[in-house]
């Protein structure tokens, strides 16, 4: 833990013990039920790293943009839109054995890619505000979803927006047989190295790191903001949109709008507290999964409304949000 | 000829049910972000809002002070986003979601606890027409009185200059610090009313997901309208209207989602500066003690 973790932890503590009081049962009774429901057994312990990799994607696209000063508060729309495009390419050429489940993963890399390019184009070409843009840009991947499904792209016998069901050659392959652990874990965990390294050893991954740090320093000596704005947060998309390509290839084996259900605002809990390192992202994807799939347990056995975990990842975002924890975003104009 | 008459009253009718609680949060967040802090919490404020309203007017049977407890618990969430943005030097923005998530997860678990099943609330007494009548022209008489705050009177220009140059508020002896918590409380509170008006107005009851993302429509006319009180209630209008017209046009075959989509569209637009020189205040989001020159 970071120096200065402690008061965060404490209010945390605090808030936790307080809701579960408020609604009558014992803290440490609901922790233990909390900690059952997520770790207790191979199948639970499954489900949470399920949830794990499920949070990892946009909480390292959201890390990843925001070393470099920009804040993606999109990761939904953009695996949406990542999702979606998955959804299609997974199901349409339902001969092609694994190579469809490939194009699935490459559509919604690039989907992602794209829906967070639109915001860096905003920022870098016209210097707008890259957070609003990619909050419109959420609601907007969700109406494009619902439009394209409702009529164009409508799949044949669907009773609401989502794509036909995928070819079982098109699911990414499960690691524990009867869990929903497939290979996106390792797929997160492979893309935290990957953004480590590239963070760490390479040209780029230092401007970016300058950049978040003191953008006018990095302009001075020659770093291209504009290009760096809409490089880095279509890289963030790709990553966000790789995640909603999981999810419907892993989990769901067919699009659904509601794949991402607020995945990219706790991502952006996890991401802090993993303090914007990609490897210290993993631990806290991890603490947070715990979180997420613990609490229906909770729920059953303890009677505390699972809600009470929302409550306090957001306090989480809330605590963490001292400038002091973050690398010095650049306002945009 | 009638039909026409009776059409045209049904989508004002509709129009101004749909842009009261809008036109409020978007007041709100005018407020919030002249004084220099972007809020991007109007969600959770709309939220919260509309909970404490119906918690209260459940508990005592009295719809007004629902009406009170919504606009405080507005209050106290701007408060925190003040406090936190000035006091703790917190970054704007994740504060502002942290309090989103804060306050849909608080809302959820009230829920399931005050009224003993999740998801939604009981039915309690509401505001009725007169209330919801009285709230629209509250609503624009809200439009009005911030307009005339923040351009004639000496407060309005102190706000404004938080926005504009914290320092230089401080220089002339005066505290950003506690002029733009005061100006997020009170933003709070307006978007708060705008959750009332959901909860006792429109309806009588909270249910999760409500809100479903009318705060973030109303960042947009805070955008599109170009942070002044006018031109958001102008924008916030629009988008009510075009909010009813999805009822009216139904069946007309044009895609409900083009609807929709046109607030986010239209901000997205001004972001990019396609609707001409408004601007953001240029302290907007910045700590209270940067100094602009």
Redesign the interface.
């Known amino acids: 833990m970071k120096r200065g973790a402690w008061l965060p932890a404490l209010v945390l503590v605090l808030a936790g013990a307080g809701?579960t009081l408020?609604?009558g049962a014992n803290p440490l009774n609901a922790a233990v039920e909390l900690l059952r429901g997520a770790l207790g057994g191979p199948q639970p312990l499954a489900e949470t790293l399920v949830q794990t990799a499920s949070l990892l994607f946009p909480a390292l696209a959201v890390a990843f943009a925001l070393r470099a000063g920009f804040?993606n508060?999109g990761a939904d729309g953009q695996a949406v839109a990542g999702g979606l495009a998955a959804g299609l390419a997974g199901a349409a050429w339902p001969g092609a054995g694994t190579a469809a489940l490939l194009a699935a993963l490459a559509a919604g890399t690039l989907a992602g890619g794209a829906w967070g390019a639109l915001a860096g184009a905003?920022r870098g070409?016209?210097?707008?505000?890259e957070?609003?843009?990619t909050?419109?840009?959420n609601?907007?991947a969700g109406?494009?979803a619902?439009?394209l499904l409702?009529?164009p792209l409508r799949a044949p016998g669907a009773t609401g927006p989502e794509t036909a069901a995928l070819p079982e050659s098109a699911w990414l392959p499960v690691l524990l047989p009867d869990s929903r652990l497939t290979l996106a874990l390792p797929l997160a965990l492979a893309l935290a190295v990957a953004l480590q390294f590239v963070l760490t050893r390479t040209v780029y991954g230092f401007e970016l790191r300058a950049a978040g740090k003191a953008p006018e320093v990095a302009r001075r000596a020659g770093v291209d903001l504009g290009s760096l704005a809409f490089g880095t947060l279509t890289l963030s998309g790709a990553i966000a949109g790789l995640g909603g390509a999981t999810i419907v290839t892993g989990i769901l084996h067919r699009f659904d709008p509601a794949l991402s259900p607020?995945y990219g605002?706790?991502g952006?809990?996890v991401a802090?507290v993993g303090g914007l390192e990609p490897l210290g992202v993993v631990l806290a994807a991890f603490a947070f999964a715990i979180l997420q799939s613990g609490s229906l347990t909770m729920q059953a056995f303890a009677h505390v409304?699972k809600?009470?975990?929302?409550?306090?990842?957001?306090?989480?975002?809330?605590?963490?949000?001292?400038?002091?924890a973050?690398v010095a975003?650049a306002?945009?104009? | 000829m009638n039909d026409a008459v009776a059409a045209s009253a049904s989508f004002a009718g509709l129009t101004a049910i749909k842009a009261a609680p809008l036109v409020l949060a978007a007041l709100g967040g005018v407020l919030c972000e002249r004084s220099g802090v972007v809020n991007v919490a109007l969600e959770g404020q709309l939220a919260a809002g509309a909970f404490a309203a119906v918690a209260v007017a459940g508990a005592t049977g009295n719809p007004l002070l629902g009406l009170v407890a919504g606009a405080f618990a507005g209050a106290a969430l701007g408060l925190v986003l003040g406090v936190a943005a000035t006091r703790f030097a917190a970054d704007q923005i994740v504060a502002g979601m942290g309090l989103n998530v804060f306050a849909l997860g608080a809302c959820a678990f009230g829920v399931a606890l005050v009224f003993g099943h999740p998801g939604a609330s009981s039915e309690v007494p509401a505001l009725g027409n007169a209330g919801e009548a009285a709230l629209i022209v509250a609503a624009l008489a809200a439009a009005a009185g911030l307009h005339a705050l923040l351009y004639a009177t000496p407060l309005g220009l102190r706000l404004r200059a938080c926005g504009e140059n914290p320092a230089a508020v401080r220089d002339a002896g005066l505290d950003p610090a506690r002029l733009r918590a005061l100006a997020c409380a009170a933003g709070g509170a307006l978007a708060g009313l705008g959750g009332v008006f959901l909860a006792l107005a429109e309806l009588d009851l909270y249910s999760d997901g409500m809100t479903a993302g009318r705060g973030f429509i109303a960042l947009a006319a805070v955008i599109f309208g170009g942070w002044t009180p006018l031109g958001a209630t102008a924008a916030a209008v629009a988008f009510g209207a075009l909010s009813a017209l999805q009822y009216l046009l139904q069946r007309s075959g044009i895609p409900s989602e083009l609807m929709q989509a046109l607030p986010y569209l239209a901000a997205l637009a001004a972001l990019a500066g396609l609707t001409g020189r408004a601007r953001a205040p240029q302290a907007d989001g910045l700590p209270e003690t940067s100094r602009l020159d």
């Open positions: 809701a408020l609604a804040f508060i905003l070409r016209f210097g707008g505000s957070v609003i843009a909050l419109m840009l609601v907007l109406l494009l619902s439009y409702g009529g607020g605002f706790i952006i809990a802090l409304p809600d009470v975990v929302a409550l306090l990842e957001g306090l989480a975002i809330l605590t963490l949000a001292s400038r002091r973050l975003r306002p945009a104009r």
